[in-house]
């Protein structure tokens, strides 16, 4: 059975022009704000794939690449950043290039400020689209796409070792206008407004709790997320929840002192229970030290002592 009248119902809302979630938002920091660049201490690469609503015809694909790293010469950290989305006829890619300028307080505490810019390219095949009212005279039945410039700017805080973690970013500042999609031509990518943060709690030489928190505003709705996982190490087990929408579970593996992979599983709580079963999310993180020492990418910022 197909499920395109429940896209074109959500084309309708607004809600196709927001930007993916992801559940493993703990490990996509910089994706999510310009001025988490190079908050690791050196390079890290995070790879990040979501199967969204599985078993409904056309339902979210999405998947996000970034690299940043800290330059000393340049006060801060640079990064690069690609997303890439789909849901049924429609398709999103951003690129982004980022900077984040760092300043270091007593005690080891960072605040860096940051400004990213790029730009968006979005496509619809309009003859494919098969909405709930035919014909609907506010799409369009051709294919269509256009390529816009997007920035955003954010703040990120940090406590040394990672232990504390707090950011607050906004993208697609401009707005960027999607009036080829529509007959009416007010279409537009809303601005959106993160806020992450997170904490460990060291239990012991191997293990750790780790809570974390996301929050989401585009125009008026909004997402929050709460997690909670342990980590014993090698190995990292979490629980999340979604408000009003999904619960989640994580699992996660330290392969190596650089190597990093996640996997989650979302069941979902609204009504989409009855046509999915579930959304899937994969997530790969490596990250090189310091004078090529390898440092474990879920654990951030530390010093060189730290490691044995």
Request: hydrophobic letters at 40%; glycine letters at 10%.
């Amino acid at each position: 059975m197909r499920y395109w009248w429940l896209l074109a119902t959500l084309v309708g809302t607004g809600w196709a022009q927001q930007d993916p979630q992801f559940t493993q938002y703990m490990y996509n920091r910089f994706g999510l704000n310009p001025a988490a660049a190079g908050y690791a201490g050196a390079w890290q690469f995070v790879a990040l794939g979501r199967l969204q609503w599985i078993g409904i015809d056309g339902h979210p694909r999405s998947f996000v690449a970034n690299a940043h790293t800290p330059v000393t010469f340049l006060r801060g950290g640079v990064g690069l950043h690609l997303l890439w989305d789909e849901i049924g006829p429609f398709r999103t890619t951003d690129i982004k290039g980022a900077y984040a300028f760092r300043l270091t307080f007593g005690g080891g505490s960072i605040l860096q400020l940051g400004v990213a810019g790029g730009i968006m390219n979005k496509s619809l095949d309009g003859a494919a689209l098969r909405p709930e009212q035919i014909p609907d005279p506010t799409l369009f039945n051709r294919a269509s796409t256009l390529t816009v410039p997007d920035v955003g700017a954010g703040v990120y805080f940090s406590l040394p070792e990672d232990r504390f973690y707090l950011g607050f970013s906004a993208l697609h500042l401009t707005e960027p206008s999607l009036k080829d999609f529509t007959s009416t031509g007010r279409s537009r990518v809303p601005r959106h407004f993160y806020g992450t943060a997170g904490y460990t709690a060291r239990l012991s030489e191997t293990i750790e709790l780790v809570p974390s928190a996301f929050f989401k505003l585009a125009q008026s709705q909004f997402t929050v997320d709460a997690n909670l996982s342990l980590r014993v190490q090698p190995v990292l087990i979490g629980a999340s929840y979604r408000l009003g929408d999904a619960v989640c579970a994580l699992l996660g593996l330290q392969a190596t002192e650089a190597l990093f992979i996640g996997y989650s599983y979302d069941y979902p709580l609204s009504r989409l229970g009855l046509v999915t079963t579930g959304s899937h999310e994969f997530v790969i993180v490596y990250t090189l030290a310091p004078a090529f020492r390898l440092i474990p990418p879920d654990l951030g910022v530390r010093d060189k002592k730290d490691f044995r």
